[in-house]
Each structure stands twice: as C-alpha cells, then as structure tokens.
C-alpha cells in the first residue's frame, strides 16, 4: 500500500509539472519553438506535449516492456494520478499570469540542471 501511495504522489507531482510546464523534452522544445518558431509560452508547451505523448512514450515503453524493465502495476498507478495532476496543472497555467508561467519554467529548469551537474 505504501508503493501505492508513493505512485499516486510521483504521478501527481509529475503531472502537475508537465501540465503546468510541459516538461519532458519541452526543456529543449518549449524555448525553440519560442524562440525560433514565434510560439508563445502556452503555445509551445502544448504542442510539447502533443510530440511527445505518441511516438516517443508507446515505442520506448514496449521496448522496455520487451526486456522485462516495466513495472506494470507502478505505471499504471503513476498513469492515473498524472492524468489528474495534468489537468490542475494545465489549469493553473492557464489560469495564472503568463511572466509567472515563464518564470516558473525558467526556475524548474536551472534547479534540474544544478542538480545535474553538481549531483553523482
């Protein structure tokens, strides 16, 4: 029960994330289709999150599948607590300011790369 609980947190803490930055490749996707596409904010994290979700998530999880490096029971548990956290996420950046938007991006992203490059 205690995995359980700590799926649905991991879900919805990473759902939350990627509705409300569009996380994932969007670290890399999100600032050009910015920066050299014209998209706005909102724009470029939504089709971040179009890109990704069918080619990348249904071929790399059945060639981990594949080789027996899937935990059927934890991602589908993760699955259903970030499909909620997605949708509040989505909803707040929607519904908050787009300078607090990119700031919060901006933030998430240097801590994920000082935790890179300082971490083992």
Not at 45 to 58: F, R
């Amino acid at each position: 029960m205690t995995n359980v609980i700590a799926f649905v947190i991991i879900g919805l803490v990473a759902g939350v994330l990627s509705g409300l930055f569009g996380i994932g490749g969007g670290i890399v996707i999100i600032p050009a289709l910015m920066y050299f596409a014209g998209f706005t904010q909102l724009k470029a994290q939504g089709t971040s999150l179009a890109i990704m979700l069918p080619p990348v998530g249904i071929l790399a999880f059945l060639e981990y599948y594949k080789k027996g490096n899937v935990n059927i029971a934890a991602g589908i548990a993760i699955c259903i607590a970030m499909l909620i956290g997605a949708k509040f996420g989505a909803q707040m950046a929607n519904a908050i300011p787009i300078s607090i938007v990119k700031k919060g991006f901006a933030i998430f992203t240097i801590l994920v790369g000082i935790k890179m490059f300082f971490g083992k």
